[in-house]
């Protein structure tokens, strides 16, 4: 812990036996709840991407009151994984089964002309 601010990846999640959907939940609660905030972004030492930088917060005090400050993380918008940001999971899934049966297709069509 520096200043209040926590490094603690995924990769080392993992090692403890905490799976990435886990880590990312209880990241995600512990804002909810107002124990920590996001503090910035930061390259990851040479790999591609970038971290998360959390750090401690007193929001945690006032959970349950009105005065009591609401924040999330914000969602990925990269569009990556399995869902296609422009044609919705389901679309996405049809088009790379139609992708890939023309290209079974295509090599059936292939070895029959050999």
């Given at each position: 812990?520096d200043e209040?601010r926590?490094t ?19 990241i ?10 996001i ?6 030492n040479?790999?591609?991407?970038v971290?998360?930088?959390y750090a401690l917060?007193?929001?945690w ?7 009591f400050?609401p ?5 990925d918008?990269r ?13 996405a ?17 292939t070895?029959?002309?050999?």
């Open positions: 812990m209040g926590l603690f990846t995924c990769e080392q999640a993992a090692k403890w036996g905490i799976s990435q959907k886990r880590f990312t939940r209880a995600d609660q512990l804002i909810d709840r107002g124990f920590l905030d503090a910035g972004h930061e390259p990851r040479g790999e591609p991407g971290r998360t930088v917060s007193n929001r005090r006032a959970w349950g009151t009105p005065d400050e924040a999330e993380r914000p969602k918008q569009g990556i994984g399995l869902r296609d940001p422009k044609r919705g999971w389901m679309k899934k049809r088009r790379r089964q139609q992708e890939q049966d023309a290209a079974d297709e295509n090599d059936r069509e070895q029959g002309t050999d």
